[in-house]
């Protein structure tokens, strides 16, 4: 079992930035992949980007230029640094971790963290 604890996010103005963080804890060793997803009302759930055990990202479509992951492998967090904001980013962000020896989609989920891009 992984367990995952979200943190950072809130309220933000358009073009403003948010660091969300990711702690994992439990059975670290079994984790090959760590990284953030998102859901926004009445949208399925996406990936943002995420980072393998060899270091490897992997952005959706054009986040890259705005998202930046990171993935601290001493300390099994993972973070999100989203500048840029807009509106659209609005949705409640997930870490998810996949583990060696399967595949789809991750198996374990934070609880997810709000964020909110708006005037």
């Known amino acids: 079992q992984v367990q995952l604890v979200e943190s950072g996010g809130g309220l933000v103005q358009p073009g403003g930035s948010l660091r969300l963080s990711c702690a994992a804890s439990g059975s670290t060793f079994s984790i090959k992949t760590m990284g953030w997803y998102r859901q926004a009302p009445g949208k399925e759930r996406e990936l943002v980007a995420d980072?393998?055990?060899?270091?490897?990202?992997t952005y959706s479509g054009n986040l890259k230029g705005r998202f930046t992951v990171s993935r601290d492998f001493d300390k099994n967090m993972v973070y999100l640094q989203m500048n840029s904001l807009k509106p659209e980013d609005t949705a409640v962000y997930y870490c998810?971790?996949?583990?060696?020896?399967?595949?789809?989609?991750?198996?374990?989920w934070g609880q997810g963290t709000q964020v909110t891009v708006s005037s």
């Open positions: 998810g971790v996949r583990v060696f020896g399967t595949s789809g989609p991750p198996r374990y």
């Open positions: 980072v393998i055990s060899g270091g490897i990202t």
